[in-house]
């Protein structure tokens, strides 16, 4: 059983500061933060889920039986991430690429804690046995952002490394290129890791900065014992309120312009461009197969097709699909019946899937899987791991990884230019912080 208490903020903006300057105490912490944009699939301002009670992690063998399992018994709040590389139980995959990063595959935990906010309102959410602490706690967070001293950071030298070179990248294109044309694929998500090696980093300066320049709706940080990931996610992978579902898949890019008519001229471009809103369209017909599977007949719909998001560093084609589903339905077969994101792996999903395994130079790992949580209700709300930082501390490696859409019209410069695009503001925060 839970207590819930709630307080009158007067700044939810400083009070979202504070609060994960106090979480830092915990070794079990996901943050996830809207960053003010509301929609009509928004629930909260930011959740934080903090001090785990139990947890549940695994690698991929049988990974969703074990979470379907521990979600039921629980019957509470559990945060976590599904790897990309749960695709090996939901299919004859495997992952046999270099692994710097040394994330389990799953991991979910019930956090004692659970502090929400919406407008200027904090709501605690603590199991029974902490709830005496919640006043305490929440001077302890006003304490912290009082006393913490905020500094400007100053530049590193933090030595980036590409894990394939350009001429590789083009190379391994041309390939995917190949099995396109051959007819084994119509798209493909093709992904290259940044990386280095014996780096240390201040991971909430880094967040902090990330967020700042970014600004996402899906924006996350996680913290589990050594492993932090540090998301500027601007994508919904699914979504489950009640019986209805909702995917909303990201296909499509273009740079933002401080000239509010080169912005604009931007903008339309993308939204009128032949080869983004194929790729877009190609993914939407992959996901409403995806969530057909467990949708009740007919309720499969496209509410959004191809619409233009504007966020701070980049414009993004987003299409929204809905579905309906039998009130028994189990949560986490809906999760595994669509995973892993169309939007990360291509058309057809497992012939996609074997070609990037091949092709690929890193595994995935967190990188494209999913970050969120199951309400006691089964209701559930994931993101998709892009624009994001990964650190394992222990080993002081930190990567991130970047990729496009390979369709049969891609062009391998401009595929790589949409890379670096995409790289831009994580590489920019960590040369800075």
């Known amino acids: 059983m839970r207590k819930q208490v709630s307080f ?49 992690v695994t ?3 049988n990974a969703f039986e074990d979470l379907k399992e521990y979600q039921s018994e629980t019957k509470d709040w559990i ?9 090996n139980d939901v299919e004859r995959l495997s992952s046999k690429n270099h692994d710097g990063l040394e994330f389990s595959d799953l991991y979910f935990f019930q956090p004692k804690k659970i502090i929400s906010i919406t407008g200027n309102v904090a709501h605690f959410n603590y199991l029974n046995m902490v709830d005496d602490e919640i006043e305490s706690d929440y001077e302890s967070i006003i304490d912290c ?45 093709f992904c290259q890791e940044f990386y280095a090696e014996e780096t240390q980093i201040d991971v909430l300066k880094t967040y902090r900065k990330l ?38 898949p990201i296909k499509g890019t273009a740079k933002r312009s401080p000239d509010a008519s080169e912005d604009e001229k931007l903008k339309f471009d993308l939204s009128s461009d032949e080869k983004e809103r194929a790729e877009n369209i190609m993914i939407v017909d992959l996901v409403r197969n995806d969530v057909s599977k467990s949708a009740l007949k007919g309720s499969v719909t496209v509410e959004e097709l191809c619409k233009i998001y504007s966020f701070a560093q980049v414009h993004q084609m987003v299409s929204t699909i809905t579905a309906e589903v039998a009130m028994d339905k189990n949560p986490v077969e809906i999760i595994r019946e669509t995973f892993p994101m169309g939007s990360m792996t291509g058309a057809p999903k497992i012939s996609a899937m074997q070609i990037i ?30 624009r994001s930082i990964l650190y394992n501390a222990s080993k002081q490696y930190v990567s991130y990884s970047v990729g496009g859409a390979i369709t049969a019209k891609a062009i391998p410069e401009k595929e790589y ?7 831009k503001a994580m590489r920019e925060v960590l040369e800075h912080v």
């Open 8 to 56: 009158q903020l007067t700044d939810s903006a400083i009070f979202k500061e504070a609060l994960l300057c106090w979480s830092q105490q915990f070794d079990e912490v996901v943050w996830l933060d809207s960053n003010c944009h509301s929609g009509k699939y928004s629930s909260f301002d930011g959740v934080l889920a903090a001090d785990a009670l139990t947890a549940k």
């Open 59 to 61: 690698d991929a063998q």
């Open 79 to 87: 945060f976590g991430y599904l790897s990309y590389d749960l695709k």
């Open 145 to 189: 952002f009082q006393n913490e001293v905020i500094e400007e950071p100053a530049k590193t030298n933090i030595g980036i490394k590409m894990r394939i070179f350009k001429d590789e990248y083009f190379r391994k294109v041309r390939q995917m290129l190949s099995h396109i044309h051959r007819g084994d694929i119509y798209e493909a998500n």
């Open 211 to 248: 967020n700042r320049i970014s600004e996402a709706p899906f924006a996350t940080f996680l913290k589990l014992g050594d492993k932090y990931l540090l998301s500027a996610s601007p994508e919904r992978y699914l979504r489950k309120e009640g019986t209805k579902i909702i995917s909303q």
């Open 357 to 386: 395994e091949e092709l690929e130079s890193f595994k995935r790992g967190l990188y494209s899987g999913a970050v969120g949580y199951f309400t006691p209700e089964g209701d559930f709300d994931f993101n998709v791991v892009i």
């Open 417 to 423: 230019e949409e890379c670096l695009l995409k790289a």
